[in-house]
C-alpha cells in the first residue's frame, strides 16, 4: 500500500441505478436499431405503466375465486394518465412509425391493452382511451417509409390479437351502450364514441398491407367470422339505419368502407349457391324427420293391431279351454300356482300343472335407440360445412342489410357523389367502393329474381303479379335504380375512359367497377320489363329512354361502348379482358332495349 494516501477502490463493477424492472427490459428490447423517435425515455415509462401481472394472494380480495398461484393482471393506478400519454406520442409519431415499431416488438396489445379491455370492462375511462390507443394502432400505413414492410407485420399481429380475445371486442361494442340508448339526444362525447367504435371497426377489416395478395383469403375470412360471432355486424346494420340522422351522417363513408370489405370480396354466384345448399340440408332434415313420424306412427298401428289380434285369438282359446276342461274351484284371476292332477287308474301317471299369470303373450316391443354413427351423421347433417358457413352468414346477412339499410346508407352518400368526381368532399376511394358496392347488390338481386328467391322476399316464394298490391321484387335496391346513380356511373365510365391510358389521373379498376355497375343496371332493367310489377315496368320504361336518348351523339352510350370496343386491341396490355366481356354484355342490353322501344314507336322513341 501507498503511505499517507488514499485507500484504493474496491475491486469489481460500479454500482448501478436500480430501474424499473418492466422498464429495463423494454429499453433492452429496443437495443435494435430503429428509426429514432422524440422523448424515448418517456415511451418506455409510459408503456411500463399501465400495469403487471401478479399473483392471486397479492390481490386485496381474498373473496376471488380461482388458484392462489395464478397470474391476473393489475392495473396501475396512474394507468388512465399513461395511456392518454400514450395517445399523445403515438400522434407525434411520423412516417417511420418508430413508436409503433417499439410498442410491437414489446407486444403491448397483447401483454397490456387487451387485458385492460377484458377485465375492465366496467371503467369506462379505462376502456375508452384503451380503445382510442388500439384506433391509432391499426390506422392504415402510409406507404412510402422505409419501414413499409415491418409496419405492416406488426399490424398484422395487433389485429390477430385483438380478434383472438372475443372478450375484448364485446366489451369494446358496450361502449356504445349508452350512446345509443340516448339517441337522437346524444351529446358530443357520445358522438365521438360512436365514430371511435366505427373507425376501429374499419380499420380491423382493412388489410394490413394493401399490396399483400394473401389478405383476401383465410385471414380475411376470419376477421370477418369474429365480426360474425361478437355480433359487431347487428350493430353496423343499425348504424346505416340511421345515417340520414346525427351523429351517424357524418360516418356514411366508414360505413361504406365496412361494408364493402364485408361483401365485395364475395362473388353474388357463390352466395346463392351457399343459400341452396342450406335450403337443401334444411329440407332433407325436415323430410328426414316427416319420414320417421310416419313410421313411428305406422309402427304404432301394427303394434296396436297385433295386440288387438292376439288378445282376441287368446279370448277364443280361453274360452274354448273352459268349455272343455273341468269347473275349478273360485281362485283369484291373477292366482297362480302348481297343481297335481289324479286320475282313479293307479298305474297313470299324475299330470303337474303349472301356470305363470305374469308372463305376456305379447311380442317383445323393438325401442332400439339410434348408433352413435347415425348420430354423428345427423350432427353433421345439421352442421353446415367450414367453407360454406361464412357464405350462409354472408347470405342471411345481405338479406337484413337490404331490408331498410342499405337504400338509406346508399342515398345519403348518393347526395355527396352528385357534385362529380374531383368536386365532391369524398375521395375518389368512396367512389369506387359506393359503385362496386352498388353492383354486388344489384348483381345479387337480378340473380335472386331469376332464380325465384327474392330478397324483398324473404320466404323465397313470388306473390302472383295480378294482385295490385303485390310488393316489388327490386324495393330494395332503388337507391341504384335511379336516374341520378345512372347519371354519376356514366359519368365516372366517360371520365376515365377518355383518361389517356398511361396517365396518372388514370384508374382501370374505377372504369371496370363503373362499366360492371352500368351493364347490371342495363340488365336488370330488362328484367323488370319481363318480370316486374307494374310499377316496375313503367320506371324501367322511363330509364331505359332518359339513358338512351342521346344516342345519335357521340357521347351516347351506344357510341361510348363501340368506341371503346374499337381501342380495345389496342389496349389488351393495360385493360384486362373481363372490361370487354362487360362491354359485350352492356352493349347486348342496350341494343335490346332499343328494339323494344321502337317496335313499341316506329320512328324512334319519345323520352317521357
Known amino acids: 500500500g501507498r503511505e499517507g494516501g488514499a485507500s484504493p477502490p474496491p475491486a469489481g463493477p460500479k454500482p448501478r441505478k436500480p430501474r424499473a424492472p418492466k422498464a429495463l427490459q423494454l429499453a433492452d428490447r429496443w437495443a435494435e436499431r430503429l428509426p429514432p423517435i422524440e422523448d424515448e425515455d418517456l415511451l418506455v415509462t409510459v408503456a411500463a405503466g399501465l400495469g403487471r401481472r401478479v399473483l392471486r394472494r397479492e390481490v386485496e380480495d381474498k373473496l376471488s375465486l380461482g388458484s392462489p398461484d395464478e397470474e391476473v393482471y393489475r392495473r ?33 396489445v397483447e401483454t397490456d391493452l387487451v387485458p385492460l379491455l377484458v377485465h375492465y370492462p366496467q371503467e369506462r375511462d379505462v376502456a375508452y382511451n384503451v380503445l382510442k390507443v388500439l384506433t391509432v394502432l391499426t390506422m392504415p400505413l402510409d406507404l412510402g417509409s422505409n419501414t413499409d414492410q415491418e409496419q405492416a407485420e406488426h399490424l398484422k399481429a395487433v389485429k390477430q390479437e385483438v380478434l383472438s380475445a372475443p372478450d375484448a371486442l364485446t366489451n369494446v361494442l358496450s361502449l356504445l351502450a349508452r350512446p345509443l340508448a340516448q339517441h337522437p339526444r346524444m351529446t358530443e362525447e357520445d358522438s365521438l364514441t360512436v365514430q371511435l367504435v366505427i373507425v376501429f371497426v374499419r380499420n380491423l377489416l382493412l388489410p394490413a398491407d394493401v399490396e399483400e395478395p394473401g389478405w383476401d383469403g383465410k385471414e380475411r375470412e376470419n376477421v370477418i367470422q369474429c365480426l360474425f360471432d361478437t355480433n359487431v355486424v347487428d350493430l353496423l346494420v343499425a348504424a346505416a339505419q340511421h345515417t340520414d340522422e346525427a351523429p351517424f351522417k357524418a360516418e356514411a363513408p366508414l360505413l361504406l368502407d365496412i361494408f364493402h370489405e364485408i361483401f365485395c370480396g364475395f362473388q353474388p354466384e357463390k352466395l346463392l ?27 304404432r298401428e301394427v303394434e296396436r293391431a297385433m295386440a288387438h289380434s292376439q288378445l282376441k285369438n287368446l279370448l277364443a282359446a280361453e274360452k274354448k279351454q273352459r268349455g272343455v276342461a273341468p269347473r275349478p274351484g273360485a281362485r283369484h284371476s291373477r292366482f297362480g300356482g302348481t297343481y297335481l292332477r289324479k286320475y282313479a287308474d293307479a298305474t297313470s301317471r299324475s299330470m303337474v300343472v303349472r301356470d305363470n299369470p305374469n308372463k305376456s303373450t305379447y311380442t317383445e316391443l323393438n325401442h332400439k335407440r339410434p348408433s352413435a354413427r347415425a348420430q354423428i351423421a345427423e350432427e353433421r347433417l345439421h352442421t353446415p360445412r367450414d367453407s360454406n358457413k361464412l357464405l350462409v352468414r354472408l347470405w342471411n346477412y345481405s338479406k337484413s342489410f337490404l331490408d331498410g339499410s342499405y337504400d338509406i346508407l346508399m342515398d345519403v352518400l348518393r347526395s355527396e357523389l352528385a357534385h362529380g368526381l374531383g368536386v365532391s368532399r369524398l375521395e375518389p376511394n368512396d367512389f369506387f367502393n359506393y359503385i362496386d358496392l352498388a353492383h354486388f347488390f344489384t348483381r345479387l338481386t337480378r340473380l335472386c329474381v331469376e332464380d325465384g328467391d327474392l330478397p324483398g322476399n324473404f320466404g323465397g316464394v313470388r306473390e302472383d303479379d295480378s294482385l295490385e298490391n303485390d310488393p316489388s321484387p327490386f324495393r330494395h335496391i332503388g337507391a341504384t335504380l335511379n336516374l341520378q346513380t345512372i347519371t354519376i356511373t356514366m359519368n365516372v365510365w366517360k371520365s376515365q375512359a377518355d383518361l389517356p391510358p398511361n396517365g ?19 340488365l336488370t332493367l330488362n328484367l323488370s320489363i319481363d318480370v316486374g310489377t307494374h310499377d316496375d315496368r313503367k320506371a324501367a320504361d322511363k330509364l331505359q329512354r332518359r339513358v338512351l336518348y342521346d344516342d345519335a351523339r357521340d357521347t351516347g352510350l351506344l357510341a361510348t361502348l363501340i368506341a371503346s370496343l374499337k381501342v380495345f386491341p389496342k389496349l389488351s396490355k393495360p385493360q384486362p379482358l373481363s372490361h370487354a366481356n362487360s362491354m359485350m354484355e352492356a352493349l347486348y342490353a342496350a341494343i335490346k332495349t332499343l328494339e323494344r322501344l321502337n317496335e313499341q314507336e316506329a320512328g324512334g322513341f319519345m323520352v317521357r
Do not use: H
Open 273 to 299: 349457391e351457399a343459400a341452396r345448399a342450406e335450403r337443401k340440408v334444411l329440407q332433407e332434415i325436415e323430410e328426414r324427420d316427416t319420414r320417421r313420424r310416419t313410421e313411428q306412427v305406422q309402427q
Open 76 to 108: 396501475d393506478p396512474e394507468c388512465v394518465e399513461c395511456l392518454k400519454d400514450l395517445q399523445r406520442l403515438l400522434r407525434r409519431d411520423n412516417a417511420s412509425r418508430g413508436a409503433l415499431l417499439r410498442l410491437g416488438r414489446i407486444r403491448l
Open 504 to 522: 396518372d389521373m388514370k384508374d382501370w379498376d374505377m372504369q371496370g367497377a363503373a362499366l360492371d355497375l352500368l351493364k347490371e343496371v342495363l
